[in-house]
């Protein structure tokens, strides 16, 4: 979602140095792009216990920052912590939406538009056009070597000889209510193995138990993949695969990015808020009066995400080319 104003940034500068600050393993997917400089991984709680040593990090970082005197800071999260940081810094012009009371800390506090009124990537983009970054055309995420070599290891692995694979992420951390049910992943998986394709189910090291149930109960030909990949890898996994069958999750906006052909499912959230982007990415939503709800859970029995049927969807990613 950041890549359009990254690579908006760095059109608009490019002689600037540009440092990023966030998730380390979203880092390492990026940092080849050369949209930013150098990269500092943000201090994340690891545990209850962990509150005062994050906070620790993240004040030592941002005195190593405020050496640099950066002139500005754009600040992507909503949280108070991340504009509280950003002043830390010592940024000069402190540019985020107006939220959780943290419009002080910030030099331009933007007005948030409703949620789903604009897409995610726009209102992230919308926070760089002060500093002159516009919306251009969005280049394909190229894999590293390393990554490539470690996806064919991988592949060559799970999957030896295959021709033909596919790729599938049946589960998605926010919650079941972005799940399109699991006996249906596995019958779609079995009719992707009939057609020819060798079907690698993904997903974090948490969703591994889920991701072996669902290759189970497909049978021959689909195989568990889960916890063997960092995001590198992961990227250059999907960009192997001649479909991505996702839930609105990490790995549709993976291989959205990397131009795969990539059918994303949605339940609860919005499609017109977070849909991957991408140049072959198709939707498959049929929201009722209720959605987006955008719960984790439902009360009500799921129909945004029953209402997807195994035909339709079957449909979607053969028109994709599997
Ligand atoms: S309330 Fe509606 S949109 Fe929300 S999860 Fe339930 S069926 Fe889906």
Redesign the pocket.
């Known amino acids: 979602m950041a890549r359009p104003l990254l690579h908006g940034m760095r059109r608009a500068h490019p002689q600037a140095e540009i440092r990023a600050v966030g998730p380390a393993a979203l880092l390492s997917l990026l940092g080849g792009e050369r949209t930013f400089d150098a990269g500092d991984a943000w201090p994340a709680r690891t545990g209850p216990g962990e509150p005062g040593t994050a906070a620790r990090e993240r004040t030592r970082l941002a005195a190593e920052l405020r050496v640099w005197r950066p002139d500005a800071a754009l600040i992507l999260p909503f949280s108070f912590s991340s504009a509280w940081f950003a002043r830390g810094v010592g940024a000069a012009i402190r540019i985020g939406y107006a939220h959780e009371l943290r419009s002080p800390l910030l030099t331009h506090a933007l007005p948030r538009p409703a949620r789903g009124e604009t897409h995610l990537s726009r209102e992230y983009l919308a926070l760089g056009a002060a500093l002159g970054a516009s919306e251009g055309s969005l280049p394909l995420l190229v894999p590293t070597p390393e990554a490539e070599a470690a996806a064919a290891a991988l592949i060559g692995r799970a999957a030896p000889g295959a021709e033909r694979i596919a790729v599938m992420a049946p589960r998605s951390a926010y919650g079941p ?1 972005r799940e399109w049910p699991a006996d249906r992943f596995a019958a779609l998986a079995r009719r992707l193995a009939g057609r020819g394709h060798a079907v690698l189910v993904c997903g974090t090291a948490g969703e591994r138990d889920a991701c072996r149930r669902i290759a189970g109960e497909a049978g021959p030909g689909v195989v568990s993949v889960a916890g063997e990949t960092d995001l590198p890898t992961l990227a250059a996994l999907v960009r192997r695969a001649a479909v991505a069958l996702c839930n609105d999750s990490g790995l549709a906006h993976l291989a959205g990015a990397v131009g795969t052909a990539t059918v994303t499912l949605y ?2 959230t919005s499609s017109a808020w977070t849909a991957a982007l991408g140049p072959r990415v198709r939707v498959v939503q049929h ?9 984790r ?9 029953t209402g997807l049927g195994l035909d339709e969807v079957d449909g979607a990613v053969r028109e994709a080319g599997a």
């Open positions: 209510a339940g609860s929201p009722p009066v209720c959605s987006p709800c955008f719960r859970t439902c009360r009500i029995g799921y129909r945004c995400l």
